[in-house]
């Protein structure tokens, strides 16, 4: 049965286009009846055109007719809409509209005119296709994409003598050194690149965080005392002196943003972490070590903070040990202490790089 | 002679005064262009008629919805991310530091009259331009539509997708709101994360360190020149594919694998091509004018201290997203140096393999089975259980990961414990695609046996008779020649055989290694247990010979 | 304000002060300063009231909490919670607890304010905490919302979303969403810090502060907040943006496809 065909490495180039059902290659004339006794699958050719309502009924093509200019008017009357909503309405114009809510009268009316503006022509025009215009099925031969075996012959008789005539095979200096000036060439564009930014270095390994640096509350702006974060309570804090709007502020504060909690000392559980902080205040990098989120849904019944982003959970108990979540390493804790004044500061910078870990971290 | 040319010259010039002026201005293109010859070929080329093969019009028209739209987008659209003081007319951010790309998305929102609907549009639009890529994909690939000669246009169309997707991430990160900026974020960190190199490629794309001032402006470059220039390139290129190879079609009634049955480009594929750019333009509209999306001015400025909960991608990333979140941590550091494993296997491992091998699966079944023609008739998914398992446990294995990269709205929505369900993604990572494949494959030999039974014994009518002895049989009828023809007209690849392990001689053949695995491939693709064999001419002349039978 | 200073005067305000003074040394006086109006305010409520809800505190709290508010396996202590606290916790009907779970859910308050503030006045006098708040403190008026919004997303949006529809937190805990809630409750929430939440006292967010962020959460997420886009599909962000799309997007496209396509009908044949 060559309708069960196997693997096909063998099939020569002029079987390219497989007659599917029809192993003898016959051609199904347009509404011919094939001959079951030769094939029982075989094709049985186009059916013959079947005529629309609106081909035999004038009226209902009327009807037809009527209803695509019906839709072409409606996007014209839409357009119009369109023009003036825009007029009409301020910007800022808000209505209740049930039950989107309390949306923009600007937004939704622009919206819904344009909307109805383009559905008319394209419901009109598909609706006139699809009633109106001739709708016979027709056949179109299909070609093989490979070109025939002549004019292969050709090209490649003609490419060889291209070939011939540059000399590229035989001058075999011209071609070394034509190769060797292309391969060079691109390197121009690639020194280019270098000064698309500054070279690492340890850029990533330094804050804005050293010995004697403030902890400023982020909500307030003023100076933190211990007696400010209660048990339970959640602050975030900075470096003194970095301020919002000012140049550098982002570059910085991607860095040193501060989380700061305060634990019973009875209750954590890592003797460094409990060294570095003042009187069970902990203060860890607010910058996941992951990818670098601004890790801080803390839960302080169990001491776990969450990052939103790819739930990497810590706990600032144990000193910020990762319990769950793709993060490889806890968070970075800032040694800190109380200033002559009573304020709370940072005894240096963080030991280790903030943020996601990266090559040259270590 | 003279006077005869200059006959013929007033003849052909009195005709050209009476030709129509559409012909007049076509004559005058012609002879500069040509046109006739390329109309020549293509006003009546034919389409087939399918609402699957309009998906692909959906992606589009909906880039060419996105085009238009964004460029009206970048008149208003500042990218920089220098910081000024919010003035604008959305009173809960007056007085709020942030980037002008950040202020100038809000200008576009609330002062510019239409700005809110042109980017409504656009957001939506790109959403749906992916999601029809992927479903055109999907139809490419469970109907073989990929096989020879269109191997080349599958890698283009999956070009366009990957492209796609970051377009996208290149757009919604410009307004620098609090979740775009998390996302760049995202991104600066997986860059860091790249072995040796990674902390330099990261300081040159973000010109220094997070966040920087450049980022925007280069991706602003990226989204409105680089990217969509490349994807308008391919998408030409795509389509005149398409045009030059003809169109594939199901299997029917004229249907061959040497034609293509349809109606003509002009009149009735251009009305109905035509008006449906018109159709899927205004579908956005109206979504545009009645659903938010991307509202930035309740998400805030991007702070890098500051993030909010349910921080997602757009939904083509979710994929990425998922394989992140389900990774367990895990950091190997020697000689002091850092292994980031836990964003080098999701981002550099696992999703590039499966990326590289969607690309290469045109190529990949047509090394196992070898067929080197061309195809034109579509297969019907059935008929190829193997592909369509493995299509299906791909997809499956895809929305496994997309709710692993939604996990904390399923948990918000479902009260249900986030741990939970990341455990839940990370068993269904492994197991749901097995299952799908294996639930796939059996759901398609099962119709696969159906159509058999269909075909030998005809369709089921439904009508009890009863017969002169007392018996009541139900009435089967014959199918009609073109229900034959579409279920058992195709053909069935039979597997690939090693041959004897020992030649004539006696002496021991020795077998290439790739071609034992391309043999074991072939087995599971088309051997038993992959395919149940079509009836044979001769088994449905047997039963259909003696009349009387039930 | 007029009446607060003349509850000042109540006889039982001396006691309370000195209490409170004896409690708080040092500087834990300043973070436990609202205190000082909790007290004056408890105050008031005359002993009767503390009586009354210490019997309602031992019928339906004390299983868990203990006699006295000290605590059990079961509930934490109550002693220097605040009449805030009861006041959210009963108020919002998280308390009495219907089952142990991850997390206490708000539910239909069981008592009456009347019997709220009873049972506020007998934790209150178990030892000081933040008050209940006055209207002036949490009503929106005269609110600076862009500092409320800034605060909001720097304090609150990590887990409550950017406007306030909540999020997951671990093992089945949540932030709940906060559309709907009154206001006085948010007040509460952010003094006391209920359940797995952190408190945010007024020496981290200070009361004009919190005014400020419960009236930006007004006015982004309530019934009558403004979504000029249009349906805002839950407010969460691109998941369910990208679920529309693809269910009622792509279903609209190809619904549209598949009548472009289909067959128009054939007229019959007679």
Redesign the interface.
């Known amino acids: 049965m060559s309708s069960e065909t196997g693997p096909h490495e063998d099939v020569p180039d002029d079987h390219n286009l497989p007659e599917q059902g029809h192993p003898q290659g016959r051609e199904p004339g347009e509404g011919s009846v094939s001959l079951p006794e030769q094939d029982p699958f075989a094709n049985p050719g186009l059916p013959a055109h079947?005529?629309?309502?609106?081909?035999?009924?004038e009226a209902a093509a009327k009807r037809s007719e009527r209803t695509v200019a019906m839709l072409f008017t409606l996007s014209m009357l839409a357009t119009v809409g369109f023009i003036a909503s825009f007029v009409a309405f301020p910007a800022d114009k808000?209505v209740y509209i049930w039950?989107?809510?309390?949306?923009?009268a600007l937004?939704?009316s622009l919206g819904m005119t344009l909307g109805i503006a383009l559905l008319g022509i394209g419901a009109g025009a598909?609706h006139w296709a699809?009633?109106l215009m001739t709708?016979t099925e027709l056949i179109q031969e299909r070609h093989s994409i490979s070109a025939e075996p002549e004019v292969r012959a050709q090209v490649i008789e003609e490419f060889k003598q291209g070939a011939t005539e540059s000399q590229f095979g035989r001058r075999r200096l011209v071609r070394n050194t034509l190769y060797g000036a292309m391969a060079l060439l691109p390197l121009s564009g690639v020194v280019l690149l270098r000064d698309l930014g500054p070279l690492p270095e340890d850029k990533l390994r330094k804050t804005a965080w050293k010995k004697g640096k403030v902890l400023v509350?982020?909500?307030?702006g003023l100076k933190l005392?211990?007696?400010?974060?209660?048990v339970?309570?959640?602050?975030?804090a900075k470096p003194e002196g970095l301020d919002h709007g000012e140049h550098g502020w982002a570059n910085e504060i991607a860095k040193a943003a501060l989380m700061l909690?305060r634990i019973e000392p009875a209750d954590i559980k890592d003797k460094q972490s409990l060294d570095w902080s003042h009187e069970g205040i902990l203060a860890y990098s607010k910058i996941c070590t992951h990818i670098g989120c601004?890790v801080?849904?803390?839960?302080?019944?169990?001491h776990?903070v969450?990052c939103?982003c790819h739930?990497s959970?810590f706990d600032l108990a144990d000193g910020a040990r990762v319990l769950?979540g793709p993060a490889g390493h806890p968070l970075p804790q800032l040694k800190i202490s109380v200033n002559k004044d009573?304020f709370l500061e940072a005894q240096g910078d963080f030991a280790e790089p903030v943020g996601p870990a990266f090559w040259e971290r270590g | 002679m003279s006077i005869s040319t200059s006959n013929r010259t007033e003849a052909e010039t009195s005709d050209r005064r009476k030709a129509p002026a559409g012909e007049r201005v076509a004559d005058w293109a012609d002879g500069r262009l040509s046109i006739y010859g390329a109309a020549k070929a293509t006003m009546r080329k034919i389409f087939p008629?399918?609402?699957?093969?309009?998906?692909g019009?959906?992606a589009l028209y909906s880039f060419i919805v996105i085009i238009l739209t964004g460029v009206y987008l970048t008149m208003f659209f500042t990218p920089s991310m220098a910081e000024v003081e919010y003035h604008g007319s959305y009173?809960?951010?007056?007085?709020?530091v942030m980037s002008e790309a950040y202020a100038s998305t809000l200008d576009i929102?609330?002062d510019v009259r239409g700005g809110?609907l042109i980017r409504?549009i656009h957001h939506?639009g790109a959403?749906?331009f992916l999601?029809?890529m992927f479903?055109h994909m999907m139809r490419v690939f469970f109907t073989g539509a990929f096989r020879k000669p269109r191997e080349l246009n599958w890698v283009f169309g999956f070009t366009l997708l990957v492209l796609g997707m970051f377009t996208g991430l290149t757009g919604y990160s410009l307004p620098d709101d609090?979740?775009s900026g998390t996302g760049l974020r995202f991104l600066h960190g997986a860059i860091l994360a790249t072995p040796v190199i990674g902390t330099y490629l990261a300081m040159f794309l973000f010109g220094g360190e997070f966040p920087g001032t450049e980022i925007i402006p280069r991706f602003f470059a990226f989204h409105i020149l680089l990217l969509p220039g490349i994807m308008l390139a391919l998408v030409v290129t795509h389509v005149t594919l398409v045009f030059y190879q003809k169109h594939t079609q199901f299997a029917g009634a004229g249907k061959t694998n040497k034609n293509v049955v349809g109606t003509p480009l002009l009149p009735v594929y251009t009305a109905?091509a035509g008006?449906?750019f018109f159709?899927?333009f205004g579908?956005?509209s109206v979504?545009?004018?009645?659903?938010?999306?991307?509202?930035v001015w309740?998400?805030?400025p991007y702070?890098p201290?500051?993030?909010?909960?349910?921080?997602?991608?757009?939904?083509?990333l979710?994929f990425p997203e998922g394989l992140v979140r389900i990774m367990p941590g895990w950091e190997i550091n020697v000689l002091g140096h850092t292994l980031v494993m836990d964003l080098i296997i999701p981002l550099m491992v696992v999703f590039p393999v499966v990326l590289g091998a969607i690309a290469a699966y045109p190529f990949i079944e047509s090394w196992v089975t070898g067929d080197k023609r061309e195809h034109h008739i579509l297969d019907r998914p059935r008929n190829v259980p193997t592909r369509t398992a493995f299509g299906m446990a791909w997809v499956s294995w895809y929305f496994v990961l997309l709710i692993g990269?939604?996990?904390?709205?399923w948990?918000?929505y479902l009260?249900?414990?986030?741990?939970?369900i990341t455990w839940f993604v990370r068993i269904g990572f492994f197991v749901v695609p097995i299952l799908t494949f294996i639930v796939t494959k059996r759901i398609c030999l099962g119709l696969q046996r159906a159509d058999r039974e269909k075909v030998l014994h005809g369709r089921e009518s439904g009508i009890i008779k009863r017969l002169p002895h007392g018996e009541f049989v139900e009435v089967h009828e014959p199918l009609s020649q073109e229900e034959l023809h579409v279920l058992a007209g195709h053909e069935q690849y039979q597997p690939l055989e090693i041959g004897p392990e020992t030649d004539e001689h006696g002496v021991v053949r020795k077998v290439n290694p790739v071609e034992r695995v391309r043999v074991s491939l072939s087995k599971g693709y088309y051997g038993e247990g992959g395919q149940i064999p079509k009836p044979t001419a001769e088994e449905y002349r047997e039963l259909t010979s003696g009349h009387g039978h039930h | 304000m007029k009446k607060l200073s003349a509850r000042r005067r109540h006889p039982l305000a001396a006691l309370v002060v000195l209490l409170f003074a004896l409690a708080a040394t040092?500087?834990?006086?300043?973070?436990f300063a609202p205190a000082d109006e909790a007290k004056a305010n408890q105050a008031s409520s005359s002993s009767l009231a503390i009586k009354e809800g210490k019997e309602l505190y031992a019928v339906g709290c004390a299983s868990c909490h203990g006699t006295g508010g000290k605590g059990t396996t079961d509930g934490p202590s109550l002693v220097g919670v605040g009449a805030a606290a009861v006041d959210f916790q009963v108020g919002t009907g998280r308390m009495p607890a219907a089952q142990p779970g991850?997390q206490a859910p708000k539910k239909k308050p069981k008592y009456t304010q009347a019997e709220t503030d009873q049972l506020a006045a007998y934790v209150a006098s178990l030892g000081p905490g933040p008050s209940v708040p006055t209207k002036d403190q949490y009503s929106p008026n005269g609110a600076d919302?862009?500092?409320?919004?800034?605060?909001f997303?720097?304090?609150c949006?990590?887990?409550?979303?950017?406007?306030g529809?909540?999020?997951?937190?671990?093992?089945?805990?949540?932030?709940p969403d906060l559309g709907g809630v009154d206001e006085k409750h948010i007040y509460e929430a952010m003094q006391t810090?209920p359940?797995?939440?952190?408190?945010?006292?007024d020496?981290?967010?200070?009361a004009k502060?919190k005014k400020d962020i419960v009236a930006?959460l007004k006015?982004?997420n309530s019934d009558?907040?403004?979504?000029?886009?249009?349906?805002?599909?839950g407010?969460?962000?691109?998941?369910?943006?990208?679920?529309?799309?693809?269910v009622?997007?792509?279903g609209?496209?190809?619904a549209?496809?598949?009548?472009?396509?289909?067959r128009?009908?054939?007229?019959k044949?007679s």
């Open positions: 079947q005529h629309r309502v609106q081909d035999v009924d808000i039950p989107a809510g309390h949306i923009s937004n939704f598909v699809r009633t709708d509350n982020e909500n307030t005392k211990p007696e400010d974060i209660t339970g309570s959640l602050a975030f909690v601004a801080s849904l803390y839960e302080q019944q169990t776990h969450l939103p739930q959970t769950f009573g | 008629d399918h609402w699957s093969f309009m998906l019009e959906v009173v809960p951010m007056q007085g709020v929102s609330f809110l409504q939506w959403l749906i999601a029809a479903v609090l979740l109905k008006g449906f159709l899927v579908v956005i979504i545009a004018a009645t659903f938010t999306i991307n509202p309740t998400i805030g702070r201290d500051q993030v909010s909960t349910n921080a997602q991608p757009d939904w083509y979710g990269g939604g996990n904390d709205l948990a918000t009260h249900l414990s986030i741990n939970s | 040092g500087g834990l006086y300043t973070a991850a919302l862009a500092n409320g919004g800034e605060l997303r720097t304090n949006a990590q887990c409550h979303n950017f406007t529809e909540g999020g997951a937190l671990t093992e089945g805990k949540y932030a810090g359940q797995a939440m952190p408190s945010f006292p020496t981290l967010v200070t502060d930006y006015t982004v009558e907040a403004h979504t000029p886009g249009g349906y805002k599909l407010g969460t962000g691109p998941v369910s943006e990208g679920l529309f799309a693809w009622f997007g792509l609209a496209m190809i549209t496809a598949v009548w472009v396509a289909a128009s009908t054939k007229a044949k």
